[in-house]
């Protein structure tokens, strides 16, 4: 068989002599060759990092490579022996060194010739895109604390408020509470300040759980909120109530209180003291309840069962407190002193009696003739529990002992078992007394308590000077 387009023999390849697919693989590499140009050889800026992780290369020569795979293809379907000749191009040299710019759109460098634009990494964006993270320090343009010219501010701007005064206490009421004073000419010593959230008609009776109130005090109270209820498991409330938000209620006997979490918070610019209690009205039902207290002013700030989403609100309230304009119910000018008993003395739970004298001085100008000597004994976890205690306490008078109340006292049943006395100003007044303990009593530090009280005639009291001494309970 005779070939019928014989190879030429000689030449450089150009000749007549060439045959149709030399020709054809002469004329594609020519238009390869073509289309590179300076700037593929020499490139204006080196390729950055994204260009490297990409490998561009490996793109490219993944087409050519396939595309040269053909063409040889086609050359051994005509003729085996001319690829055969020492003289032929290997074509896989020009397909390798050629790189298509149009192979991969990501392997030209990037416009903006940025190093660090170019290595930054996209970050999520929640719309679903992308949001490339800016260098940190660099200016932004979303007035961000970062921009030139835009006030930084972690400070939120107050919320409306407007001024009130009540007993000579200031505060601020925030925009949407309105105040509701106690009795029809709003003589009381307290005031409901009602949340945004109360129904359209709610009164003072409703402030809880729809509001919060502020009692303020002239004199020690003998009814709640007091101090002593600060500490108490049921010392948020004063009556078996369960105030739920939207359907307050008397409460039945699954009402249970968590003792009281207290801390101490500044308020006003002044130590205050705070109880925080969880309440469950039955299975379904419960609320928290707070108590803030100014001891020494005798003003308190209550809310009961207010809904979580006016706690800001409450506590902008608390915050707005000023003080400085109501009378404080403690004169202090009263020095009480004890004679006969020292702090840790041992005390024995054998009925033998102690034997002690508490004098009150008044240091003051004012002269104290409706006051009353109180001494009571506060609770302690050696004392048997119940009302009943066996323990007494005996006031001497005209030679002889007369018994006295000595547990459980508190503000009211002070003023009812007290002593009377009259303290003009310079003068002193001592009161004797005997305490017996029995073996009802375990060991313990007991804390005795002694005041000097005077009622207001409004079933309140101002006190006019205090002294406590710890005792050691010793059994016998």
Same mark, same amino acid.
């Given at each position: 068989?005779?070939?019928?387009?014989?190879?030429?023999?000689?030449?450089?390849?150009?000749?007549?002599?060439?045959?149709?697919?030399?020709?054809?693989? =002469?004329?594609?590499?020519?238009?390869?060759?073509?289309?590179?140009?300076?700037?593929?050889?020499?490139?204006?800026?080196?390729?950055? =990092?994204?260009?490297?992780?990409?490998?561009?290369?490996?793109?490219?020569?993944?087409?050519?490579?396939?595309?040269?795979?053909?063409?040889?293809?086609?050359?051994?379907?005509? =003729?085996?022996?001319?690829?055969?000749?020492?003289?032929?191009?290997?074509?896989?040299?020009?397909?390798?060194?050629?790189?298509?710019?149009?192979?991969?759109?990501?392997?030209?460098?990037?416009?903006?010739?940025?190093?660090?634009?170019?290595?930054?990494?996209?970050?999520?964006?929640?719309?679903?895109?992308?949001?490339?993270?800016?260098?940190?320090?660099?200016?932004?343009?979303?007035?961000?604390?970062?921009?030139?010219?835009?006030?930084?501010?972690?400070?939120?701007?107050?919320?409306?408020?407007?001024?009130?005064?009540?007993?000579?206490?200031?505060?601020?009421?925030?925009?949407?509470?309105?105040?509701?004073?106690?009795?029809?000419?709003?003589?009381?010593?307290?005031?409901?300040?009602?949340?945004?959230?109360?129904?359209?008609?709610?009164?003072?009776?409703?402030?809880?759980?729809?509001?919060?109130?502020?009692?303020?005090?002239?004199?020690?109270?003998?009814?709640?909120?007091?101090?002593?209820?600060?500490?108490?498991?049921?010392?948020?409330?004063?009556?078996?109530?369960?105030?739920?938000?939207?359907?307050?209620?008397?409460?039945?006997?699954?009402?249970?209180?968590?003792?009281?979490?207290?801390?101490?918070?500044?308020?006003?610019?002044?130590?205050?003291?705070?109880?925080?209690?969880?309440?469950?009205?039955?299975?379904?039902?419960?609320?928290?309840?707070?108590?803030?207290?100014?001891?020494?002013?005798?003003?308190?700030?209550?809310?009961?069962?207010?809904?979580?989403?006016?706690?800001?609100?409450?506590?902008?309230?608390?915050?707005?407190?000023?003080?400085?304009?109501?009378?404080?119910?403690?004169?202090?000018?009263?020095?009480?002193?004890?004679?006969?008993?020292?702090?840790?003395?041992?005390?024995?739970?054998?009925?033998?009696?102690?034997?002690?004298?508490?004098?009150?001085?008044?240091?003051?100008?004012?002269?104290?003739?409706?006051?009353?000597?109180?001494?009571?004994?506060?609770?302690?976890?050696?004392?048997?529990?119940?009302?009943?205690?066996?323990?007494?306490?005996?006031?001497?008078?005209?030679?002889?002992?007369?018994?006295?109340?000595?547990?459980?006292?508190?503000?009211?049943?002070?003023?009812?078992?007290?002593?009377?006395?009259?303290?003009?100003?310079?003068?002193?007044?001592?009161?004797?007394?005997?305490?017996?303990?029995?073996?009802?009593?375990?060991?313990?530090?007991?804390?005795?308590?002694?005041?000097?009280?005077?009622?207001?005639?409004?079933?309140?009291?101002?006190?006019?000077?205090?002294?406590?001494?710890?005792?050691?309970?010793?059994?016998?």
């Amino acid at each position: 068989m005779t070939d019928k387009l014989p190879r030429r023999s000689g030449g450089d390849g150009d000749g007549p002599d060439d045959t149709p697919m030399e020709r054809l693989l =002469r004329e594609a590499m020519n238009a390869r060759a073509t289309r590179i140009t300076a700037h593929d050889l020499r490139p204006a800026a080196p390729p950055s =990092r994204r260009v490297r992780r990409l490998r561009p290369v490996h793109l490219a020569a993944v087409p050519l490579f396939g595309l040269a795979a053909a063409l040889a293809f086609g050359v051994l379907g005509f =003729r085996g022996d001319t690829v055969a000749g020492d003289r032929d191009p290997g074509p896989a040299a020009t397909v390798t060194a050629t790189v298509s710019p149009s192979a991969s759109p990501t392997a030209e460098p990037t416009p903006s010739g940025s190093p660090t634009a170019a290595a930054t990494s996209p970050a999520a964006d929640p719309t679903g895109g992308s949001v490339t993270e800016a260098p940190v320090g660099a200016p932004s343009t979303t007035g961000t604390p970062g921009t030139p010219g835009t006030p930084t501010t972690t400070t939120p701007p107050a919320a409306p408020s407007t001024p009130y005064t009540f007993r000579g206490v200031k505060l601020r009421i925030p925009e949407g509470w309105r105040p509701v004073a106690e009795g029809a000419q709003g003589e009381g010593m307290r005031l409901c300040l009602l949340s945004p959230g109360a129904p359209a008609g709610a009164a003072y009776k409703d402030c809880d759980p729809y509001g919060a109130k502020l009692a303020v005090y002239d004199a020690e109270p003998v009814t709640w909120p007091s101090m002593a209820d600060l500490d108490a498991s049921g010392g948020w409330g004063h009556q078996p109530y369960c105030p739920v938000w939207g359907n307050p209620h008397p409460a039945d006997d699954q009402l249970k209180s968590s003792p009281p979490v207290r801390t101490t918070p500044t308020v006003a610019g002044r130590p205050a003291r705070k109880s925080q209690w969880q309440v469950t009205c039955n299975a379904k039902e419960s609320f928290t309840a707070q108590m803030w207290a100014l001891p020494k002013d005798q003003v308190y700030v209550t809310a009961i069962g207010l809904k979580s989403d006016y706690q800001a609100g409450l506590q902008a309230i608390v915050n707005s407190l000023d003080v400085s304009g109501h009378t404080s119910p403690y004169a202090n000018d009263v020095s009480v002193s004890v004679t006969g008993l020292t702090a840790g003395q041992k005390v024995p739970n054998d009925g033998t009696p102690v034997e002690f004298a508490v004098t009150f001085k008044n240091t003051g100008k004012t002269n104290y003739t409706t006051t009353k000597a109180v001494v009571y004994a506060d609770p302690y976890p050696g004392a048997p529990p119940g009302t009943k205690r066996t323990a007494t306490l005996d006031r001497r008078q005209d030679g002889a002992w007369s018994p006295m109340e000595l547990w459980g006292l508190n503000s009211f049943s002070g003023l009812e078992n007290g002593y009377p006395v009259s303290v003009a100003p310079g003068q002193s007044v001592t009161v004797n007394y005997r305490l017996t303990l029995t073996t009802d009593y375990g060991p313990g530090t007991l804390p005795l308590v002694m005041r000097l009280e005077m009622s207001d005639g409004s079933g309140s009291y101002r006190l006019a000077g205090e002294s406590t001494v710890q005792l050691q309970v010793v059994a016998k």
